[in-house]
């Protein structure tokens, strides 16, 4: 179980003054969100349960939030994206309770092949334990950099499967602590850079350098495969934080310039089975840039990233890892809090 701040939760509705209110979760969440609810309950606030998966911060359930006629949303399990919220939303990040520094310390050996600059990036679950983890790395003589980030992360350091912003930083190696493949990888692919993983609840560390090649190769063999496509559609999505218009507007026009027809299309959660009807060659998704990544062995046709569609017509060269980028972060932007975000979100 993670521990979510149920008493400071209730704190903020009751500054909002809501009465009804929506908690979305991840599934990974569902037993927290529904002692969340309880407590809640206990207390005089009315509560709903949002039971669809949610994958990120990127998709709050603010418009069914409204249509349910609820004063707050509740967002359990990421933390705060800057997006335009149609009720008042309170991002509640679910911190992992396993310390980090074990694992750093029992792969010293390894970190130290990194180099002696480096930079330290992390997901969100482990960020609040990335000063400890940085002075435990400078009391074994590291030089730790920890980048800013833009405004799509909350806090210095943290990394999403959709932004590295926060590991372009001038040193030698990324050192990533966490679970899982894909942040890393993106790390290591976004920066270029010799990229360490450190699972902290196993100890176990990986190089990320093998896993990148194969990755980029695995993304050359669809583009090859997209090669002689005639026709594209051009998937974008309703997600509040995957909804790329603009982007997937400048692929339709790119693809159309270079002879090939194109057409724009929206859905929500974005699939291959829900586009079978559909004539196109091949797609190109310009949302969750891990759809056509870790998805596409799904898809029937070949599926690229807007990057990816450059390489095809012959506009880039190298590859690139798609992002969704944030503006430039302001000072005043609260960093590092638990429960923040409704009152700059609408
Ligand atoms: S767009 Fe994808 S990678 Fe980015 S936050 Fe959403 S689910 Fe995560």
């Not at 599934?27 to 709903?48: M, P, Q, W």
Request: glycine share 10%; hydrophobic share 40%; aromatic share 8%.
């Amino acid at each position: 179980m993670h521990k979510i701040p149920a008493g400071e939760v209730l704190n903020e509705l009751k500054l909002i003054g809501a009465k009804r209110i929506l908690i979305q979760s991840p599934e990974g969440l569902r037993r927290e969100a529904e002692a969340l609810g309880s407590f809640l309950e206990e207390n005089g606030v009315e509560v709903i349960l949002h039971g669809e998966v949610n994958y990120g911060a990127c998709d709050p359930a603010d418009r069914e939030a409204r249509s349910l006629g609820c004063d707050a949303l509740v967002h359990l399990g990421h933390s705060y994206m800057k997006l335009h919220l149609e009720v008042p939303t309170i991002f509640v990040p679910a911190f992992a309770e396993v310390d980090v520094v074990p694992a750093l310390e029992g792969n010293l050996g390894e970190i130290r092949k990194l180099g002696k600059r480096i930079a330290l990036v992390t997901t969100a679950q482990h960020v609040h334990q990335l000063g400890k983890a940085r002075k435990f790395l400078e009391g074994k003589g590291f030089e730790v950099l920890v980048g800013k980030g833009d405004s799509r992360v909350s806090w210095p350091g943290q990394v999403l499967g959709c932004n590295f912003s926060s590991a372009r930083v001038d040193a030698e190696g990324v050192l990533f602590i966490g679970a899982g493949y894909f942040h890393p990888l993106g790390v290591a692919v976004a920066t270029g850079k010799p990229t360490l993983a450190v699972n902290p609840y196993s100890g176990d560390v990986t190089w990320m350098k093998e896993e990148a090649e194969r990755l980029i190769r695995k993304r050359w063999a669809q583009i090859a495969k997209a090669i002689d496509a005639e026709s594209f559609g051009v998937v974008t999505s309703t997600k509040k934080g995957q909804l790329r218009l603009g982007e997937a507007r400048r692929i339709v026009r790119l693809l159309r310039e270079h002879g090939k027809e194109a057409e724009l299309l929206v859905m929500n959660r974005i699939s291959y089975p829900a586009l079978e009807g559909f004539s196109f060659d091949a797609y190109v998704v310009v949302a969750c840039p891990r759809i056509p990544i870790d998805d596409y062995e799904n898809w029937r046709k070949p599926v690229l990233t807007p990057k990816e569609v450059e390489i095809l017509l012959g506009l880039r060269e190298d590859y690139e890892f798609d992002e969704i980028p944030g503006g430039e972060r302001t000072e005043d932007e609260p960093l590092g809090v638990a429960l923040h975000g409704y009152r700059d979100s609408i």
